[in-house]
Nanobody
Framework: QVQLVESGGGLVQAGGSLRLSCAASGRTFTFSSYTMGWFRQAPGKEREFVAA????????SYAESVKGRFTIARDNAKNTVYLQINNLQPGDTAVYYC????????????????WGQGTQVTVSS
């Protein structure tokens, strides 16, 4: 069984920063074989793509709305993917989910095989 566990969310003021982490585990799960992605879902909205990183960490992709403020990274030795979020804005308030994909089409939710339970990020103005 594969588990993805997010952490690092919280309540911050606008302009602040957070670093989200997602730890992966599973007896048959080879973390370094998967593209890892972050999505977010605000109240009343669809879950949307935020960022993704390939198996090596050498290729990344971001939603236009977060470019320049969000940075995705991974540590394959620790089976962990990170999302550094800077200059947080109220519009970033959402539940943030990490996910693992064994195929391409990084921005598409259905491409992801495994999902975490999410971590809440709330930004106050």
């Amino acid at each position: 069984q594969v588990q993805l566990v997010e952490s690092g969310g919280g309540l911050v003021q606008a302009g602040g920063s957070l670093r989200l982490s997602c730890a992966a585990s599973g007896r048959t799960f080879t973390f370094s074989s998967y593209t890892m992605g972050w999505f977010r879902q605000a109240p009343g909205k669809e879950r949307e793509f935020v960022a993704a990183i390939d198996w090596s960490g050498g290729v990344t992709s971001y939603a236009e709305s977060v470019k320049g403020r969000f940075t995705i990274a991974r540590d394959n030795a620790k089976n962990t993917v990170y999302l550094q979020i800077n200059n947080l804005q109220p519009g970033d308030t959402a539940v943030y989910y990490c996910a693992a994909s064994s195929v391409g089409r990084w921005r598409v939710r259905s491409s992801y095989d495994y999902w975490g339970q999410g971590t809440q990020v709330t930004v106050s103005s």
